[in-house]
């Protein structure tokens, strides 16, 4: 199931309107960019942990969906470990690299920074249909039709993406010309990928604009977008998440901010 198709969802989450979600996240995510220090990441995820249940998705795919978040994790840590800050006691040095107890700490802070970051953002939006989230920017947010209307017709077309490769992929097996060289052919292939996309994409827009999409008019929608006490509560739940860990940072001496003088 991908982002395009969340008609089946039956969560708790999946029924709140997609602008409370993107709130949400970033009342979370706000506070953890201030300050670079393990306590306010790890209470946030620790919340965070305590809310995914009730996502509407099962923990087998949690993982599924979440394995990149966990690899990137691990891997921005190490580079801060090896390439941080050094402090207090040095314990390898080697050229650029310099490990410490200063470099080491950074490299928590910031691996559980990249989780209760990260993690909520993607389970928020597995069960955001497209559709539904342009209305809410539209009719809540009141952006611009226009503007909104182009990136739902754009988001609706990664899903092609995908069928795409796999008929270049066939197609230039069928030719014999995809035996060998696999940088060569992924190269070209994504040079046919993007040209593909181009085209796709000045034809849907003269389509659009053939069809009014594009008119200085006030414009209607077949589905209103409400936005009531579920989504009032999901936002709160963000600020709270956002203030609790930022509090338990402040109160045990660990609030590191980022943009304040070092």
Not at 144 to 159: H, I, T
Not at 163 to 187: K, N, P, T, Y
Not at 195 to 203: A, N, P, Q, T
Request: no cysteine; charged share 15%.
């Amino acid at each position: 199931m991908t982002l395009l198709d969340t008609h089946a969802r039956t969560g708790t989450f999946a029924r709140i309107n997609p602008v409370a979600k993107l709130a949400a996240s970033g009342l979370i995510a706000l506070p953890l960019i201030l300050t670079l220090d393990v306590v306010s990441a790890a209470v946030a995820l620790v919340l965070e942990m305590l809310l995914f249940p009730f996502a509407g998705i099962g923990w087998r795919e949690f993982w599924l969906r979440t394995w990149p978040v966990w690899l990137a994790a691990p891997l921005t840590a190490l580079t801060i470990v090896l390439y941080g800050e050094a402090s207090g006691q040095v314990y390898f040095e080697w050229l650029f690299v310099r490990v410490s107890d200063g470099s080491i700490a950074l490299a928590a802070a910031t691996f559980l920074r990249v989780l209760a970051i990260a993690l909520p953002s993607v389970v928020l939006f597995i069960t955001v249909d497209p559709t539904d989230l342009a209305d809410g920017l539209a009719q809540i947010v009141k952006l611009p039709a226009r503007f909104v209307l182009g990136a739902l017709a754009g988001l609706r077309m990664v899903g092609l993406f995908l069928d795409d490769w796999r008929a270049l992929e066939l197609a230039r097996r069928a030719r014999g010309v995809a035996d060998r060289g696999r940088i060569r052919r992924f190269a070209g292939m994504a040079f046919a990928l993007l040209v593909l996309s181009i085209r796709r994409g000045s034809k849907l827009a003269t389509a659009m604009e053939a069809r009014g999409f594009g008119a200085p008019v006030t414009r209607t929608w077949a589905r209103e977008s409400t936005f009531g006490a579920r989504e009032w509560l999901l936002v709160a739940m963000g600020a709270a998440i956002g203030l609790i860990a930022v509090g338990a940072a402040i109160v045990t001496g660990s609030w590191n901010f980022i943009l304040g003088p070092s």
